[in-house]
């Protein structure tokens, strides 16, 4: 069983920059892949990040690559998402989820096991 919590949402203008952390409390965060996934009001989640066990391996989704970036470090059961250059298109309530398995890292939101509750971010144009 792992529980998720994040927190570093926000308000920000265009531009700007957050960053997000999630929290993982259980035994072996390593042996997990992650990811982070968004949610916009009248919208379906969508993928945007995910992370292997070891965070060796990541992937993006288009939308964010080269803005975002996604880390983890497991002696601190703790997974960041960095956020630059952000825009109005990207508010939304941003989702960790995590997933047992170090390579099985998923870009659909049915692939994880466990979820946090949500933290929003708001970029204001």
């Known amino acids: 069983q792992v529980q998720l919590v994040e927190s570093g949402g926000g308000l920000v203008q265009a531009g700007g920059s957050l960053r997000l952390s999630c929290a993982a409390s259980?035994?072996?965060?390593?042996?997990?892949?992650m990811g982070w996934f968004r949610q916009a009001p009248g919208k379906e989640r969508e993928f945007v990040a995910t992370?292997?066990?070891?965070?060796?391996?990541?992937y993006y989704a288009d939308s964010v690559k080269g803005r975002f970036t996604i880390s983890r470090i497991n002696a601190q059961n703790t997974m960041y998402l960095q956020m630059i250059s952000l825009k109005p298109e990207d508010t939304a309530v941003y989702y960790c989820?995590?997933?047992?398995?170090?390579?099985?890292?998923?870009?659909?939101?049915?692939?994880?096991?466990?979820w946090g509750q949500g933290t929003q971010v708001t970029v204001s144009s």
């Open positions: 259980g035994r072996a965060f390593s042996n997990y892949a």
């Open positions: 989820a995590a997933r047992f398995g170090i390579f099985r890292l998923g870009s659909t939101f049915t692939d994880y096991d466990y």
């Open positions: 992370i292997s066990g070891s965070g060796g391996t990541t």
